[in-house]
């Protein structure tokens, strides 16, 4: 199985900061690699696929990068709206495997 | 609009059996690969299964493989999953989702069905 690992685990930041969370594969996963959101007592909702592409109807304030094993989500100016849990997860290999998750306070 | 509807969750006793159900529309359902994700309350997120569109392709995560089984039914455009043999480890929200492959993002999810394993 591929080993995700998150960092920070939790952060408290400020509406309109600019944010970074990073995400490393335990072994090369190409760009096959992909960011959640996760509000409290809903479904998670996907933001970025394979890497860097913006998933339909999410705010372009959202940006990925990186490949390989070291990934980026990138939020440019915080907004109220963004606070939550955040997941990556690769999609290289079955099992699918997510990290342990970001939780972002605002 | 893409919908995904659980249902089948409840309580059971350790040793026993459930199964779930994934209600799809909104999309061509034959055309996707679906998966079910479980989320243990206020930990993150475990894959368990994923099924090709055709069901050729199935895949299961260690932890749930020999005691549980997806399957789906392309004419009902429904996805299920059958539960055997649970413990309390297995105590999760059950989420259903859809992605284009059988490895691959999740671009939607279903709400989610509790399933609480407990004596």
């Known amino acids: 199985d591929i080993q995700m690992t998150q960092s920070p685990s939790s952060l408290s930041t400020s509406v309109g900061d600019r944010v970074t969370i990073t995400c490393r594969a335990a072994?090369?996963?190409?760009?096959?690699l992909n960011w959640y959101q996760q509000k409290p007592g809903t479904a998670p909702k996907l933001l970025i696929f394979?890497?860097?592409n913006l998933q339909s109807g999410v705010p372009s304030r959202f940006s990925g990068s990186g490949s390989g094993t070291d990934f980026t989500l990138t939020i440019s100016s915080l907004q109220p709206e963004d606070s939550g849990t955040y997941y990556c997860q690769q999609s290289y290999s079955t099992p699918l495997t997510f990290g342990g998750g970001t939780r972002m306070e605002i | 609009e893409v919908q995904l509807v659980e249902s089948g969750g409840g309580l059971v006793q350790p040793g026993g059996s459930l199964r779930l159900s994934c209600a799809a529309s909104?999309?061509?359902?034959?055309?996707?690969?679906m998966h079910w994700v479980r989320q243990a309350p206020g930990k993150g997120l475990e894959w368990v299964s994923g099924?090709?569109?055709?069901?050729?392709?199935?895949n299961y995560a260690e932890s749930v493989k020999g005691r549980f089984t997806v399957s789906r039914d392309n004419a009902k455009n429904s996805l299920f999953l059958q539960m055997n043999r649970l413990t309390t480890e297995d105590t999760a929200f059950y989420y259903c989702?859809?992605?284009?492959?059988?490895?691959?993002?999740?671009?939607?999810w279903g709400q989610g069905t509790l399933v609480t394993v407990s004596s």
């Open positions: 072994q090369s996963i190409s760009s096959d």
């Open positions: 989702a859809k992605g284009p492959l059988t490895a691959s993002e999740l671009d939607h």
């Open positions: 394979a890497a860097s």
């Open positions: 909104g999309f061509t359902f034959d055309n996707y690969a």
């Open positions: 099924i090709s569109w055709n069901s050729n392709s199935i």
